[in-house]
Structure formats: C-alpha cells, structure tokens
T-cell receptor, first 111, second 112 residues
C-alpha cells in the first residue's frame, strides 16, 4: 500500500522495558519526523531525519533513540520506557513542497 | 526558537455558520504556514497552507489569511458542515529549516 504506515497501532509496556515503534513510507521522501501528541501540548517533535544515516534532535529527544538505515524506514526506540512517555506517537514524511504527511499513529501506554 | 500560539482551544458553531481559528508566531523568519485537520483516531491531515509571499489563499470553503507584519495567520471555514468537526492545528516553519512548530490545537464542533 502506498503511503505512510506505523506499527504497532497500540502498545502497552511496562516501565523499564525497551520498545520500538516502526514507521514506513513508500514515497522515498528524504525527510522523516517523529512527534508525540499530548493533551495541551499539541504535536512536539522528538527526532527527525534528513536522509538515510542522518538524524537530528527535535524539541523533546530525551529517552528516545532513532536510526535510519534505509530511506523508507524510521524506527523510534524507547530504551527504558517511563510513564511520562505514555502518549500517541506520529511519524511523518515531507513531500516536495514542504508538506508533511502523517501516519495513523501509535498509542503507547507505559504501566 | 519558534513559538506558535493558537486560539481558541475549543469552538462550537452552528451548522452553516463560519468558523475562524487564529494563530500567532514569534519568528519573523518563518515563511511557511500549514493547517492540519485531525479526526478522532487518525493522524493530522494537511488541509491548506500558505507561504509568506501570499496574503490569502482559498480552497472551496476553506481560506487562510496571513499578516506578516503582525505575525499572525488565520483559518476561515465557511458554510460549516458536520464533517468539519475535528481538531485543527496551525504550524509554522521556514524553508531551509524543515522542522514545523505546531500550535496546541482547536477542537471545532459543528452543532446540527
């Protein structure tokens, strides 16, 4: 399917566990982004990537790790999950005219 | 860095009436201003955007206006319909810096 997909859609994990959220896009867009969405904060940028093997921090990067070995994939890893990382996570990619396309989101609960 | 403020946080309008959502930004270098609509359980979807060389842009019932001097931009929805009910986000960035800064969102409810 063309577009941008995220998996899993829902995840429950325990404090201290490592969890990886996956993001895949089929457009070969260079730029990809990870956001978290929390009530009252809107969308906040965690990490972004300009191309394969090029990543940079956003507004709230602490506790997260990203990698990008292939253009189409941009996984986000929580190395040791904390309750404050309970959120909805969105991946996005950027088109030719700076427009961003968002995935359907992953709802993560850390217990 | 950029700071985007969005008002109101909630808005209820009668079906058929107009809705206006306003945003202000802090970085005078910003020159790209998109608006996103987010329906329940879905990711945000771009509905319209405007670049700083344009003062107004329309797409059917949706329009966006930009005042660079005052550093604010607004979303106007006319002849509102029930399917316009959603959360709307404004954002700002500048070309060459691909990071978008989002407002905190407006929950729009259309009353039948």
């Amino acid at each position: 399917d063309a577009g941008i997909t995220q998996s899993p859609r829902y995840k429950i994990t325990e404090t201290g566990r490592q969890v990886t959220l996956m993001c895949h896009q089929t457009w070969s867009h260079s730029y990809m982004f990870w956001y978290r969405q929390d009530l009252g904060h809107g969308l906040r940028l965690i990490y972004y990537s300009a191309a394969a093997d090029i990543t940079d921090k956003g507004e709230v990067p602490d506790g997260y790790v990203v990698s990008r070995s292939k253009t189409e994939n941009f996984p986000l890893t929580l190395e040791s999950a904390t309750r404050s990382q309970t959120s909805v996570y969105f991946c996005a990619s950027q088109g030719l005219f700076y427009e961003q396309y968002f995935g359907p989101g992953t709802r993560l609960t850390v217990t | 860095g950029e700071n985007v403020e969005q008002h109101p946080s909630t808005l209820s309008v009668q079906e058929g009436d107009s809705a206006v959502i306003k945003c202000t930004y802090s970085d005078s270098a910003s020159n790209y201003f998109p608006w996103y609509k987010q329906e329940l359980g879905k990711g945000p979807q771009l509905i319209i955007d405007i670049r700083s060389n344009v003062g107004e842009k329309k797409d059917q019932r949706i329009a966006v206006t930009l005042n660079k001097t005052a550093k604010h931009f607004s979303l106007h929805i006319t002849e509102t319909q029930p399917e316009d009910s959603a959360v709307y986000f404004c954002a700002a960035s500048n070309f060459g810096n691909e990071k978008l800064t989002f407002g905190t969102g407006t929950r729009l409810t259309i009353i039948p």
